[in-house]
């Protein structure tokens, strides 16, 4: 059974800084891509950060460059999403995704953690 759980939220004053870690059990790294997503109340959901499982290339929103990093670690089935100079606009609840490179494979999410960002 597959299983991603985020953790790591919390409230910060703006200009701070989190990191999310989602711990991913029952799959292979390899055969997905790993996500971030986030989503605001009233908003739709938007990916924040990509990071393949065969490559370790990584794409950002516009949005965040800059600001975030994503990393992996594959003995630890574990994805991080380092959160620095954290503005308002970043507060979402944010969701870890996994998308399968394979059409066998299903995608998977974890249920979000809350980031707040305020003084």
């Known amino acids: 059974q597959v299983q991603l759980v985020e953790s790591g939220g919390g409230l910060v004053q703006p200009g701070g800084s989190l990191r999310l870690s989602c711990v991913a059990s029952?799959?292979?790294?390899?055969?997905?891509?790993m996500n971030w997503y986030r989503q605001a109340p009233g908003k739709e959901r938007e990916r924040v950060a990509r990071?393949?499982?065969?490559?370790?290339?990584?794409v950002y929103a516009d949005s965040v460059k800059g600001r975030f990093t994503i990393s992996s670690d594959s003995a630890k089935n574990t994805v991080y999403l380092q959160m620095s100079s954290l503005k308002p606009e970043d507060t979402a609840v944010y969701y870890c995704?996994?998308?399968?490179?394979?059409?066998?494979?299903?995608?998977?999410w974890g249920r979000g953690t809350q980031v707040t960002v305020s003084s």
């Open positions: 995704m996994a998308s399968p490179y394979s059409n066998d494979l299903s995608t998977y």
């Open positions: 990071i393949s499982g065969r490559t370790g290339s990584t």
């Open positions: 029952g799959l292979a790294f390899s055969s997905y891509s």
